[in-house]
Each structure stands twice: as C-alpha cells, then as structure tokens.
C-alpha cells in the first residue's frame, strides 16, 4: 500500500546505463518516496550483457517494475514522439506523460527538451546528480564510492561511446559534489 | 484526435492485409501464435507498443500512420503483395522491412527539413503499348538512346549508376532478395525507389539497375511497383533489358571501344605516309584474324562498360559485331571457365564478386546520413533519435560516436 504512494519515477536508457556503470542503480532505488519504473523500449536498448544482466537483477528484486504501453492513447502519443525522439526515449516520455510519473534523463537537446516541457513540464524531468545527492543523503550510496567506481570505468574505457559516457559521468559527479557542498 | 482501441483494431487488419501477410506469418513475427494476432485484430487483446513497432516494420509503414486520419491502407506495402517469397524468408524479410524503413525515414525527415530534392525528375513517357517482343526491343533501344542524351552521357561507359539514378531523385537501395529476383521498382510519392539484388555479382547488380531504371523511367507511372524476376520476362521486361544493355553499352560507345583495339575495322585503314617530302595515300592492311574479336575483347570490354561477360557477348551480337556462331563459342568458353580466369590473370574480376555489395550502389543510405544529421543540427530530431537513424543507415556504434551530433558532450 504504502508502494503506491511514492512517487513514481520513469528511467531512461542513459540515465540507466550511468546508473548502472557507477553501481548506483541499486542503491538509488532505495531512496524512500519514489519507485522506479522501466519501460520495455528501454529494457530492450540495454544490449551490453554485463549490463543487461544487473538490469534483469534490478527487475527481479522489484527495484525497478518493467512497465508497457498498450493503451490506445498511450500507442498514439508513442508513434508521434517516435518522429523525433528515440524509442526508449519515446516510450518513457509517452508513459510519463500518460501516468503522471516524474522522468528521469539528463538529455538537454533542444527537440528532446521540448518534448518534455510540452508534455510533462521541466519539473517533472529529473536529472542524474539531483538523484544522487538524494541517494547520498540518505546514505544508500557514498560519494567516495561513486569517484571510486568512476576511477576504474576510467581504466576500463574502450571506444567513443565509453568515453562520451564517461566525460559525461565526471560532470554528473562534478555538480553531485556542488549540490552536497551546497546543501 | 486520438482513435480509440476499437478503431485501431480494423486499422491493423487492413494494414497487414494491404501487405498481404498472413495471421499466420504475423504471429511468428510477433512470437505469438495465430488466435493471439485474430484476437488483437479484433480488438479483444490489447497491443503492446513493442509489438506497435514489429508491425510497423513488417509491413513497411511508419508507426504513426497507424493513428492518422484519413487512414491509408495501402502506402509501400504495395511491394509486399508482388513479392510473396519475400515474406516466407526471415532473412529477405528482415532486409527488405529494412530497407522499407529507411525509405519511410528518408521521407519523414525529407517533410521535416522542408526539402524536395528526393522528388523524382524522371519525366514520365507516353508509350505505345508493346504488341510483340519486337516492339518491346525497338522501344527499348530507343529510349535508352534518348535517355542518354537527354543526361548528356556521350557515349562514355557509365562509372556509377546509382549516381545517375541518384541525379534524377531516384533512391537507390541493395537489398537481399530472393533468389530469381533481380530488382524491384516502387513508387512512394514523391519518391521513386530501385532496389537491386544485393547477394547478385557487381556487374549483375549495376545491369539490374539500370534495369530497374527503365521500369522507373516506363512503368511506373501506370502501377505502383513492379518486380523483376530473372526468368519470368513479360514484354515490359524484354524492354527494360534491351534498356540496359542499351544504356550500358552504347552502340558508338562500344564500336570506339573496339576501334581502338583495332576490332571490328576495315581491312584496309588509311594510313597516309611522309615520301620524300610528299603525303602519299597508304592503306594499312590487317588480317582477318588480326580484326577478329576474341574472348580477351570481351573481358575486357566488360569491365570497361561494367557489365558481366555474358551481357557483353550478348551485347556483341545485337549489335551484329560477331556472328551467332561465335557468340555461341564464346558462352561455352565463358561456361567453362574461361573468361574468369582471363580476369584474374589481368588482376580484374572484381566485377565477378558476388554477396552484398551495398556501399557501391546504395544511395538511400548516404541519405539517409545526410538528412539525419541535418535534422539533428536543426534540433528537429533529437540525439537519441540520431543515433537510431544513423544504425537504421548502417553504422557501427564506434563510427556513430566519432560524430560530434551524437555525443553527449557536444563541444
């Protein structure tokens, strides 16, 4: 019952796949008031197996509830915003605006961004270090930890994609640390 | 205003009816079974938009289109009805939906960006209809002749096909087609699309297209898409053959060739010589045997127009270069062997190479790249949606990332 009221928070591949790369995503699931939710678009774009596999983990625990569109209303709001977006992107957005769910990316491209403030309004989009700070705070996850894991994805890094992700993760972790100091 | 379940329903049935798919085969696609798919067509069971998105794939339609009013059955799936094999094998079905899919994005983001540029040019001919497969040659050896000129080719051999189709908006797309399929031709307002059988030889790949370019330049005006098969050959594909090898292989284009090989002249060449300071008339003289064409000719005639060795002897004939003797002479030793191996003697028999040669005739797919990251650079499609268009186009995630649109941290 009390499940219910927490408020539910839809996750995008990339903010998964962070997540997941900074051993983060157990952990944040259990920061109190909110549970996270997964749509099957996104389950489906988290093809690497390391990572596919702690996903499935996640579900299994209940951490994270895998979630489909199949309402009519639900199907013509995903076919629109496939046009523009992509299909996890499309599929979580079209479930958060449908459900009331906050969602969480740290996208800031001007067509995705329009998109969210359009159909669910900025206050309804959360980003990754916003989470983190609350998951530190209440101390599910340490920030030393979180500097520490990113040490090793550093060292383990191979081809663009990790690097992107990477030089993404060191802002994330830069205003973590700018919002914990703050507070 | 958002249709309801119950009108999605007859929507879906319509839609896989137009392609001509079975519940059956719609099952399988879905990894349902068959009372599951009948049930979600009749709106007793409630569609996922996973299985949204398997459906708009497999029969060639964008999902939205599913929920546009007024709805239009039809669309691409044209295409899927001619071709019925096409449906049967996983393999072909999954390139050809494919292939579908990147047409309808290239449209998509064509309607976005504002630009007309894939609206074909190719003007529409008014023919008389062919009676016998005479007419159909004649008709075939004109057009290709006035095709030419009308694109200013001289009488060159043609280096790249697809960007002469490319030239006249026509997309260009390599697909894994059924064996005995060469081609197939659609139309796909505003677009005109030629497919080629990407598991057939270059040279056959670049002699089907052509092929298909008759179809775009002659047919396609009356029907929405035609399919070319190797052996079935109605008068509309005698003419679209005679076109391409026509259009390939121009008369003066191969008559120069030969000259210069010193083939198929005269005996006696005028060959005028300096004597004690006067120009005296001289007539060279070269044996018969000397101006014969030979199979080394033909290899490397074939190579030169960039056709196969056996649509060149064909050629030769036609033209009434050699006698029906010697073309029957030259396809028993092209049979057993030969021609190849003269290829690989002078190091050129990448012609013969046959499995998907996709880079070298596509342009569909450069495209397709261009206008997403267009798109993307005017924010009219988001990052995530790049790259999904970037794979659909064919590269490899490390290729995607080196792009500076598909980063996260653009700088």
């Not at chain 1, 001007?110 to 159909?119: D, N, S, Y």
């Not at chain 2, 999605?8 to 599951?36: C, I, M, N, Y």
């Amino acid at each position: 019952m009390g499940e219910d009221k927490a408020t539910p928070v839809v996750v995008d591949a990339n903010a998964l796949i962070d997540l997941i790369k900074l051993s983060a995503l157990i952990p944040v699931t259990k920061i109190a008031g909110y549970r996270f939710l997964v749509v099957e678009e996104v389950v489906g774009e988290i093809r690497r197996p390391g990572q596919a596999e702690i996903l499935k983990s996640a579900i299994r625990k209940c951490c994270l509830l895998r979630v489909s569109l199949n309402l009519s209303e639900e199907l013509a709001l995903f076919a629109r915003l496939h046009a523009v977006l992509g299909r996890g992107e499309s599929a979580s957005l079209a479930y958060a605006s449908r459900h009331g769910c906050l969602f969480l990316s740290d996208e800031t491209q001007r067509a995705f961004m329009r998109e969210v403030i359009a159909l669910i309004g900025e206050k309804s989009l959360i980003r990754t270090p916003v989470l983190l700070a609350c998951a530190v705070a209440s101390h599910t996850i340490s920030l030393a930890s979180l500097k520490s894991r990113l040490k090793t994805l550093k060292e383990l890094a191979a081809g663009p994609k990790d690097r992107d992700d990477l030089e993404h993760l060191d802002r994330v972790l830069d205003r973590l640390q700018k919002s914990l100091e703050e507070r | 205003m958002t249709i309801t379940h119950d009108e999605l329903a007859p929507r879906l049935r319509e839609a896989r009816e137009a392609a001509g798919f079975t519940q059956e085969e719609v099952a399988k696609a879905l990894g349902l079974v068959r009372p599951a798919v009948a049930q979600i067509e009749a709106g007793k069971r409630k569609l996922s938009s996973i299985e949204l998105m398997t459906l708009s794939r497999l029969y060639g339609r964008p999902p939205q289109s599913f929920f546009e009013d007024p709805f239009e059955r039809d669309g691409i799936a044209c295409i899927w009805r001619a071709m019925p094999e096409a449906r049967k094998d996983p393999v072909v079905q999954r390139g050809m939906s494919r292939g579908i899919e990147i047409v309808n994005a290239i449209l998509d983001l064509e309607k976005k960006l504002g630009h007309s540029r894939i609206c074909s040019s190719v003007p529409g001919r008014k023919l008389t209809p062919i009676r016998t497969k005479w007419e159909a040659v004649i008709q075939g050896q004109e057009i290709a002749e006035q095709e030419r000129n009308r694109l200013k080719l001289g009488m060159d051999p043609i280096d790249n096909p697809s960007a002469v189709l490319d030239s006249q908006g026509i997309l260009v797309l390599a697909l894994e087609l059924p064996p005995g399929i060469s081609g197939f031709t659609f139309r796909c307002d505003p677009a005109v699309v030629c497919a080629v059988n990407a598991l057939d030889a270059l040279s056959r790949q670049r002699y089907s297209l052509i092929h298909e370019y008759c179809h775009a330049v002659c047919d396609i005006g009356d029907t929405p898409g035609i399919v070319s098969w190797t052996e079935k050959k109605d008068y509309r594909e005698v003419r679209a053959d005679v076109f391409a090898a026509g259009f390939l292989m121009p008369e003066e284009g191969i008559k120069s060739f030969l000259a210069g090989r010193g083939k198929a002249v005269p005996s006696r060449i005028p060959a005028p010589r300096i004597i004690r300071e006067d120009i005296v008339d001289y007539e060279a003289r070269r044996t018969e045997r000397a101006r014969e064409i030979d199979l080394i000719d033909v290899v490397v005639m074939a190579i030169t127009f960039g056709v196969s060795r056996e649509a060149a002897i064909w050629r030769l004939r036609n033209l009434n270069l050699i006698n029906a003797r010697k073309q029957e002479l030259f396809l028993s030793k092209e049979k057993e062997g030969f021609g190849k191996s003269v290829a690989r003697l002078f190091g050129i028999s990448e012609m013969d190479i046959s499995g998907p040669s996709q880079v070298a005739l596509q342009n569909a797919q450069q495209r397709l790249f261009s206008l997403a990251v267009e798109a993307a650079e005017a924010s009219l499609i988001s990052r995530g949606k790049l790259i999904e268009l970037l794979k659909l186009a064919g590269l490899a995630e490390i290729d995607i990332f080196e792009l500076p649109q598909a980063r996260r941290n653009r700088k």
